[in-house]
């Protein structure tokens, strides 16, 4: 495939079209004064992260933003998603703010606006600063308060230009992919710290939403990943795996924000390992929000196991797959966009804040053809507009990602970009799909 189905004249008006991008992935984290975070040590550690890559020279967008989003704004996109570092405007966690760290993101801020490029931020993917690593990290219930204090600080500086801003991205990630099944920083493998992580992963989410709040802002939201959980046949057995596997993945973020509940078949494992006084925080946790952004690759055949709780086995699907060994299931984002609305978020504006595709692309004489790129995001587009059809009230897209980047435990192999980046000369070479956006997006 080499064109879109679509133009920008197939979705309502005021839809808007972004790419997303995070901090520690492009940036380069060795420049401009950030501090250590606990990516850095777990990527040193062997047997993490493939080659042992991490994030000191990423992308090099920490020196290159302006080439970057000068290519954002030609492909004809309304908005840039990009991450704030912790550890770049606090090295400590908490104290002593990096001027330089600061200036950085008051820059990117005025570039992305000069450019016509509404600035959609998020307070945290992923690089917590270290000193607050050696403290618990999420396992330490301060942590809602540290991370008040760095909204405090990088919103109150680019905090007035901001379009949008959501606090975490990805809080499954930050709790169970990280703290049960150890694939990312810390790496640790422990239901108790697993427990801990995803509540207290939403408590600095409603903590820093009230600290927006307070600094006048507005345009607020969550965002959530999700997998569809699609159980392997239609025994008892493999429908409990499958609702276990929905509730630990899925619905216990947006129990969380929307119903101040945390869903029964995930408190079966991680009640009792949840924090004394854990109901109370519910109304912290829900503060209001203005939109909610779902993040949606891929789906999980999920099949009952032995042995202690969760209770389930992720099976190998037979669906194509991208790089990642991720099936490509369409149905799932549109299944997820119907459900999410009616089932939590009733009239709220849903935003796919990340949809796309690994893909092992090369460059053939200066360009980069990813015709399976093309034909994902096409197909997954398409379920966007079923489900607004249907009324669904959803209202932007961002593709992951606009440079191929730092893949975390992955490294740099697995390729995300409509931009090709040459990871040893840093040179950006748009894709054939970056081409074939720009087309759709700026067709008359
Ligand atoms: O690269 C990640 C990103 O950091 C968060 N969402 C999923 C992407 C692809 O794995």
């Known amino acids: 495939m080499t064109k879109f189905t679509f133009t920008r004249a197939d979705f309502p008006a005021d839809f808007l079209f972004g790419s997303a991008t995070s901090s520690y992935q492009i940036e380069g984290h060795a420049f401009g004064g950030a501090g250590p975070t606990h990516w850095d040590s777990f990527a040193a550690t062997p047997g993490n992260v493939v080659r042992a890559e991490n994030g000191d020279t990423a992308c090099d967008h920490y020196h290159r933003f302006e080439e970057d989003l000068d290519l954002a704004a030609a492909a004809g996109l309304d908005c840039y998603r990009f991450s704030t570092s912790w550890a770049r405007v606090l090295p400590e966690g908490t104290g002593t703010p990096n001027a330089e760290g600061l200036d950085f993101y008051d820059r990117l801020t005025d570039a992305m606006l000069e450019r016509g490029l509404k600035p959609c931020a998020t307070l945290y993917h992923w690089e917590l600063p270290q000193p607050l690593a050696d403290l618990g990290g999420w396992r330490n219930r301060d942590i809602g308060n540290w ?174 797959k991208t790089q990642m060994g991720w099936e490509i299931y369409p149905d799932g984002l549109y299944q997820f966009l119907t459900r999410t609305a009616a089932e939590y978020t009733g009239d709220l504006p849903l935003i796919v804040t990340e949809n796309g595709m690994a893909n092992a692309d ?45 893949e975390w435990a992955l490294g740099y192999e697995k390729r995300f970009g409509m931009v090709h980046v040459d990871f040893d000369t840093l040179v950006r070479t748009p894709k054939a799909s970056y081409h074939a956006l720009k087309d759709a997006l700026t067709a008359r």
């Open 147 to 320: 991370f008040a204090e760095f909204t405090e600080v990088i919103m109150g500086r680019i905090g007035d230009r901001m379009y949008s801003v959501a606090p975490i991205n990805e809080p499954w990630c930050v709790g169970w992919l990280s703290h049960f099944l150890g694939h990312h920083a810390p790496g640790l493998r422990d239901v108790r710290a697993t427990a801990r992580a995803m509540h207290h992963v939403l408590l600095a989410h409603g903590r820093a939403i009230e600290v927006m709040r307070g600094l006048g802002m507005s345009n607020l939201g969550a965002v959530f990943n999700f997998e569809w959980a699609h159980p392997v046949d239609n025994t008892p057995e493999a429908l409990a795996a499958a609702e276990t596997y929905d509730a630990i993945y899925n619905r216990f973020f947006l129990g969380g924000v929307f119903k101040g509940a945390y869903p029964e078949p995930a408190l079966k494992g991680l009640e009792p390992h949840l924090p004394k006084g854990w109901q109370d925080d519910f109304k912290t946790i829900t503060q209001p929000v203005d939109w909610c952004g779902l993040n949606y690759y891929t789906r999980k055949v999920i099949g009952p196991e032995a042995g202690p709780w969760p209770h389930y086995a992720e099976l190998d699907g037979p669906l194509p």
């Open 362 to 406: 090369v460059i053939r004489d200066g360009t980069v053809p990813d015709p399976e790129r093309i034909a994902y995001v096409d197909a997954h587009l398409e379920r966007v507009r079923q489900a607004i059809s249907e009324g669904v009230p959803v209202e932007g897209y961002f593709l992951w990602s606009l440079l191929d980047n730092y």
